[in-house]
């Protein structure tokens, strides 16, 4: 099984038909894609009724992957919670996903470390006990700091992960030194996760571009040898009999959608029981 999707579905113009409300985004991106990332979670956990109301608007085969909140992997400030205690976080994030849990439309958490969380044992020790509190979900994770890839730590970074049962989180990015990671297409579990954000090594640094980083740092679009390089890793996973996942992360100039097409066209996928489409918007090959 190969399913590809994208982060968010409200930022994808073309994917949305000229009469669709806001409210209705994510039933026309389900007509296209079988997954989607959810970023919203990672600067509000969403509430309850919003979760049980994206799990009765899809499919019954469509899943979601949901972003970890901010104060659980460190980005976020303790004076800047809005929860009186780290346990307050995790209990409410966990009951608001219970219920994508129990319909079986949780693909995975995904938990996406900032740039100066390191390869030290205290922050090992801290993903093991995130993984014993989240028990009920299945974890992916997603580095930005080189040294958990580095020759000292690689192997022990994998094999960590095999023993936990957490998703090593693939990642194509721009090489900016020690905050970012090599691509490392290695499995740690029977499922695979690939996130592309993009190459662009300018706007990923945010150089002079403070106040407008969201324009820049995802600003990049795949072209088709880069994508046929993905391809054939993809299908040698699929081989394996791995699940994978493919999001697109290069959103800033609104390239996701048509890179994930474009790869969905080269793999040679197509996608069975997604929600009916008002009009087929993507005509023709891509």
Same mark, same amino acid.
């Given at each position: 099984?190969?399913?590809?999707?994208?982060?968010?579905?409200?930022?994808?113009?073309?994917?949305?038909?000229?009469?669709?409300?806001?409210?209705?985004?994510?039933?026309?991106?389900?007509?296209?894609?079988?997954?989607?990332?959810?970023?919203?979670?990672?600067?509000?956990?969403?509430?309850?009724?919003?979760?049980?109301?994206?799990?009765?608007?899809?499919?019954?085969?469509?899943?979601?992957?949901?972003?970890?909140?901010?104060?659980?992997?460190?980005?976020?400030?303790?004076?800047?919670?809005?929860?009186?205690?780290?346990?307050?976080?995790?209990?409410?994030?966990?009951?608001?996903?219970?219920?994508?849990?129990?319909?079986?439309?949780?693909?995975?958490?995904?938990?996406?470390?900032?740039?100066?969380?390191?390869?030290?044992?205290?922050?090992?020790?801290?993903?093991?006990?995130?993984?014993?509190?989240?028990?009920?979900?299945?974890?992916?994770?997603?580095?930005?700091?080189?040294?958990?890839?580095?020759?000292?730590?690689?192997?022990?970074?994998? *094999?960590?992960?095999?023993?936990?049962?957490?998703?090593?989180?693939?990642?194509?990015?721009?090489?900016?030194?020690?905050?970012?990671?090599?691509?490392?297409?290695?499995?740690?579990?029977?499922?695979?996760?690939?996130?592309?954000?993009?190459?662009?090594?300018?706007?990923?640094? *945010?150089?002079?571009?403070?106040?407008?980083?969201?324009?820049?740092?995802?600003?990049?679009?795949?072209?088709?040898?880069?994508?046929?390089?993905?391809?054939?890793?993809?299908?040698?996973?699929?081989?394996?009999?791995?699940?994978?996942?493919?999001?697109? *992360?290069?959103?800033?100039?609104?390239?996701?959608?048509?890179?994930?097409?474009?790869?969905?066209?080269?793999? *040679?996928?197509?996608?069975?029981?997604?929600?009916?489409?008002?009009?087929?918007?993507?005509?023709?090959?891509?």
């Amino acid at each position: 099984m190969i399913r590809i999707g994208l982060t968010g579905f409200t930022d994808h113009p073309i994917l949305a038909s000229a009469t669709t409300k806001a409210s209705a985004k994510l039933f026309d991106y389900s007509g296209h894609f079988p997954i989607v990332e959810i970023d919203s979670s990672f600067y509000a956990i969403p509430k309850l009724a919003t979760i049980e109301k994206w799990v009765a608007e899809t499919p019954s085969n469509f899943r979601f992957i949901v972003k970890a909140h901010q104060a659980m992997t460190g980005h976020q400030r303790r004076e800047d919670w809005t929860f009186s205690s780290i346990e307050e976080i995790y209990q409410t994030f966990e009951d608001c996903l219970m219920p994508m849990h129990q319909a079986g439309k949780l693909y995975a958490v995904l938990v996406q470390f900032p740039p100066w969380y390191d390869a030290m044992p205290k922050n090992m020790a801290y993903i093991r006990k995130m993984n014993q509190r989240l028990t009920h979900f299945q974890l992916a994770v997603e580095f930005r700091n080189q040294t958990w890839f580095d020759p000292q730590h690689r192997e022990a970074t994998l *094999n960590f992960l095999r023993e936990e049962k957490i998703i090593n989180v693939i990642c194509d990015e721009p090489q900016a030194g020690v905050g970012s990671i090599p691509f490392v297409p290695e499995a740690t579990t029977d499922r695979v996760m690939f996130r592309f954000h993009g190459r662009n090594l300018h706007g990923w640094r *945010n150089v002079g571009n403070a106040e407008h980083w969201r324009k820049v740092r995802f600003l990049y679009n795949y072209n088709d040898d880069e994508l046929t390089t993905f391809m054939h890793v993809i299908k040698e996973f699929e081989a394996q009999g791995k699940d994978v996942v493919v999001t697109f *992360n290069n959103n800033s100039a609104h390239d996701a959608a048509p890179n994930a097409k474009r790869l969905q066209h080269l793999l *040679n996928i197509s996608y069975e029981g997604l929600a009916p489409r008002q009009l087929d918007i993507f005509g023709g090959e891509w």
